[in-house]
């Protein structure tokens, strides 16, 4: 608790501001409610070989692949339907529902017999995923002040990775001696149960302030305003879209995500290239959302400390490790490497990516969509995520026939080359960031 309140807080006298508790206890709940939703997204994944492995069922790489496209593009939907209505009801409703949803979807995916039937499932699942970042956004630019959102989005990005990692590793193990359907389901009574404990527990905005103040002001979750607060979303839209800040963030994520859905195939991947089975392939796997855990965590507080140009070269360098080591997947097989078991280099080689692609995915659009959004900021991080996923979508709906026509190696070659997109990209925008900016200026 005292290492959290370290990590929100600015400084020392804020510790002891009765607000610090709330805060605490609103992150804490903001953490377990989006950690399930990764859970009931990555739960499809990781059945994925079991489905795969079924003959009645007839799902080869290629129709798993659009059955993850089916999924993408609900995630892109949703992203809409879900930014707009947390601006409009506020993230502790959008949430709410969202959970119950997505558990719904996930039941529809244990009982589905057929390529549409998982299609039409994953569709309705990642819809209702998507609420998860804007609804956090909202809550958290009621709660926090804007010199405390690096941190914030620091630590609750690890949620991300902690419901993954559980989906990966504890419910990956699974597999194998419980029934995928029966898995299924359960993960989906967990959704419904976390769902309705954060209906009861969220508070969307702070208690209002006492009439005694700090005396230190800059303690007050105060925040700017923004250059659209004063416009409602039909009118702020066509500024956003006409703003090149907005599209050199987006053109970022739209590299990242692409790479960041690759752990989407790993298990696949690495049944295929390495001869493990399911269980092995889904442990090793979970190394990825590990490095990410580690690297976002410390990231959040970097990106507070260090400022838009100094990250600019952080990211650079992370993202340029992290293309080397997608090439390095491609000389993976069966084999040892220099003595080094196969499967020890391909978990290290996720734990590295996790690493590096974390920071640089999770933390400069959050912070940018508070800060350029205001209170349209809800629909400007889902905007930002819709076309993210949309490249997402794109790519993957194809990648399956590439890999099955060409192979795992020039399929590998074609992320390292996004990766290279990814580097300039993001280093470019926090560099032009470390400008100062009028709110919506160009």
Known sequence: MSTLTATLAPSSDTASSPRTLPQLQTVATLY???????????IPTVVGTSIRGDSQLGIGLAEWS????????????????????????????????????????????????????FQSALFLTLLAQAAGWPSMTKVIGNWFA?????????VLATSSRVGTLFATLLLGSLVTSVPWRSLLLLTSAGGVIVAMAYGWLLRETPPQPST???????????????????????AALPQMLSNRRFWGIAASLMGLAILWDFLLLAPMFLQDQLHLTAPQASRVA???????????????????????????????LLLAVATVSLLLFSQLGPTAILGIPARVS??????????????????????????????HSGFLVSLLDALGFASTAVFYYFAGQQIETHGWVTFLGILAA?????????????????????????
């Open 32 to 42: 377990l409610a989006y950690a399930t939703s990764m859970v009931l997204r990555m």
């Open 66 to 117: 659009q059955i993850l496209a089916a999924g993408t593009l609900g995630a892109l939907v949703g992203k809409f339907v879900c930014g707009w209505s947390a601006d409009r009801f506020g993230g502790r409703l959008t949430l709410t529902a969202a959970l119950l949803v997505a558990s719904a979807g996930v039941v529809q995916f244990a009982t589905a017999q057929s390529l549409s039937g």
């Open 146 to 154: 804007p010199q405390q959102y690096g941190r914030v989005w620091g």
């Open 212 to 234: 005694t103040t700090s005396p230190d002001s800059s303690h007050q979750t105060s925040h700017p305003s923004g250059a659209f607060d004063h416009l409602p979303l039909r």
């Open 286 to 316: 979970s190394a990825f959302p590990l490095g990410s855990l580690i690297s976002v965590l410390a990231g959040g507080y970097v990106f507070d400390r260090l400022g838009n140009r100094k990250m600019a070269g952080v990211t650079a």
């Open 346 to 375: 391909a978990g290290f080689l996720f734990l590295v990516l996790g690493l590096c692609l974390s920071p640089c995915y999770y933390i400069p659009a959050s912070v940018f969509s508070m800060e350029f959004g205001g209170r």
């Open 418 to 442: 996004i990766g290279v997109w990814s580097l300039v990209t993001t280093s470019a925008f926090l560099w032009n960031e470390g400008t100062p900016h009028e709110p919506g200026s160009r």
